[in-house]
């Protein structure tokens, strides 16, 4: 048995009245060895501390990661008594869950129907509603491995303790799918909020060559189809004696060509949906084999459960295989990718959620940015294009994220007119480094 950790990501600071709002600009990848942890010291307009500053242990958290806890310190000094019930006890426990609800049995019913559906009619019927659906389950299971979706002051639900219910919600809640967003999740997400952009621990090879039970920044697995990467390429496997590196979506990045956008939105496509379909059949071999081969170096826990819940999702999707044919599984795969790709609008969102955008006032570098494309578009991802914002407040739920641009202003854009399609041609147009990852700031 396991349990899910509620992890704030940085744990909350004593309220600090009086001191100036400032922001603390990111250290470029040359500099980030310098190992001075800033979580209590005086603000600063630099990043680095003057020589009569006492120098602190090492951060555990990267630069990018940094710069958004230095941000929500600089929120709570300023706006801590409306920030500060929003993180304690404000949860998405009522609307989540009957969302989770409604979108889980939604797919199920969905993919019972495409069994008599064409082929073509199941395609449309996968990009709405079916991607919605898919979305809102991993947005909401999200809300829940950060410890927001469950009421935060209690600890028993249904006499169930509280962290065998996460447990069990995130495993069940996570089907049906074709592959599904378990695995990332589990092992990838709560690492990415304190190691995102970091070259040292999120290169390709380090994931798949780790001896950890956690991925070091489970984003890295996302953002390889459409962002620049520093570090070796993987995963890595012997064969004959020779070593071959199988990366899908490296081989599909190299594929981009600056300054040509569709040609750059059809190979992340490509690459994206083809690895995705490979993940299914990677379930299937984990479930038969009880080993996950991609990650031969992590501890046998990691592969024990890896195969508990392939093998019960295998038997989830068998069920509707038998239902319903092979097109109930077309339609959940499509569900699962279709948001992800353009010219889906919620595409936007996630392809530039961690980007290196400059700020045109101070000159830093942005590692995280949100999509603010109307309440539509709010209700569409369900608050995932807030994503800036998240990674300021990790337990804040998903339905109040958007008070943060109210409280705190200055620390976001203004308005909500981006325009999805042209986010996603500037995108496409030209790659950028994942999360300042080699920005020199």
């Keep these: 048995s396991y349990s899910i950790p509620i992890v704030h990501c940085y744990a909350p600071l004593p309220l600090r009245i ?12 040359s500099s980030a060895a310098v190992d001075v942890d800033y979580a209590n010291s005086p603000p600063s307009s630099s990043p680095l501390h003057d020589t009569a500053t006492e120098v602190r242990p090492k951060s555990v958290f990267s630069p990018a990661a940094q710069w958004h806890k230095d941000r929500r310190r600089q929120m709570i000094q300023k706006y801590g008594d409306k920030i500060g019930p929003l993180e304690r006890d404000s949860s998405s426990h009522a609307l989540a ?23 073509t009619r199941v395609a449309l019927l996968a990009l709405f509603p079916g991607s919605i659906f898919s979305l809102w389950t991993l ?75 956690d991925f070091e920044d489970g984003d890295v697995l996302f953002v390889a189809h459409r962002m620049k990467l520093q570090g070796e390429v993987g995963p890595r496997f012997t064969i004959g ?53 991609f990650f031969p170096n992590k501890p ?17 999707r068998g069920g509707l295989w038998a239902m319903a044919g092979w097109k109930s599984m077309l339609f959940l795969y499509l569900s699962e990718t279709l948001w992800s790709i353009p010219p889906h609008p919620a595409c936007a969102m996630f392809v530039t959620n961690h980007g290196s955008n400059i700020d045109p006032d101070k000159g830093d570098c942005t590692p995280s940015s949100s999509t603010y494309a109307g309440k539509w578009y709010s209700l569409l991802t369900l608050g995932t294009n807030y994503h800036c914002e998240h990674h300021d407040f990790p337990t804040i739920p998903l339905h109040r994220l958007g008070e943060l641009r109210k409280i705190a202003p200055e620390f976001y854009p203004e308005g909500s ?25």
């Design 241 to 293: 004696g020779k070593e071959i590196i199988m990366s899908i979506s490296k081989t599909g990045f190299n594929a981009w060509k600056d300054g040509h956008p569709i040609r750059n939105a059809l190979a992340f496509a490509t690459s994206f949906m083809y690895e995705r379909f490979m993940l299914i059949v990677n379930d299937l071999v984990v479930a038969i084999t009880g080993r996950n081969y």
């Design 139 to 213: 947005q909401i299971l999200h809300d829940l491995l950060h410890g927001s979706l469950l009421k935060k002051r209690q600890q028993k639900f249904l006499g169930i303790k509280r962290k065998k219910m996460q447990d069990s919600l995130l495993f069940w809640g996570s089907m049906p799918s074709a592959f599904g967003y378990y695995l990332y999740l589990r092992y990838g997400h709560l690492t990415h909020h304190k190691a995102l952009g970091d070259p040292q621990s999120a290169s390709l090879k380090k994931l798949f060559d780790s001896d950890q039970k």
């Design 18 to 29: 009086g001191r100036p709002t400032y922001i603390t600009t990111l250290r470029s990848s």
């Design 97 to 119: 869950l009957s969302l989770l609800f409604l979108s889980n049995a939604s797919l199920f019913a969905l993919a019972v129907l495409s069994g008599s559906l064409h082929p």
């Design 417 to 441: 007119r981006d325009n999805v399609f042209r986010i996603m041609r500037k995108t496409f147009a030209k790659p950028d480094f994942y999360a300042c990852m080699d920005a020199n700031i």
């Design 300 to 316: 046998q826990q990691f592969h024990d459960e890896c195969a508990k819940y392939c093998r019960c999702a295998v038997v989830v």
